[in-house]
């Protein structure tokens, strides 16, 4: 079965840091752009960060930019997001994505290939 596999939520306060995966069961990630997509309650899901395959273009949303970085490692067939500062206004449920599409299209909420489960990051003190 191909499917997407976060891990790294949890609960943090405000200020604080945490280190989001997304991993692989059945493919290899190398050629695909994966993102990081969110959804709080009563919101949308929408783009959070993104990296192309290579790893040599990212896009991140305004509203994370100079505290969230997103990086991967194909070797290890695992993307990461690491999240810094972090607000009760993060607080949601990440998702990651896969797709054979650019990083700054990737970004763009629509059908992607294959999508995580998600993983509850909650902000709070």
Request: glycine share 16%; charged share 15%.
């Amino acid at each position: 079965q191909l499917q997407l596999v976060e891990s790294g939520g949890g609960l943090v306060q405000p200020g604080g840091s945490l280190r989001l995966s997304c991993t692989t069961s059945g493919f290899s990630l190398d050629y695909y752009a994966v993102g990081w997509f969110r959804q709080a309650p009563g919101k949308e899901r929408g783009g959070v960060s993104c990296i192309s395959g290579g790893g040599g273009h990212t896009a991140y949303a305004d509203s994370v930019k100079g505290r969230f970085s997103i990086s991967r490692d194909n070797a290890q067939n695992t993307v990461y997001l690491q999240m810094n500062s972090l607000k009760p206004e993060d607080t949601a449920i990440y998702y990651c994505a896969a797709d054979g599409t650019t990083a700054q299209a990737m970004c763009v909420m629509g059908p992607k290939d294959f999508w995580g489960q998600g993983t509850q990051v909650t902000v709070s003190s």
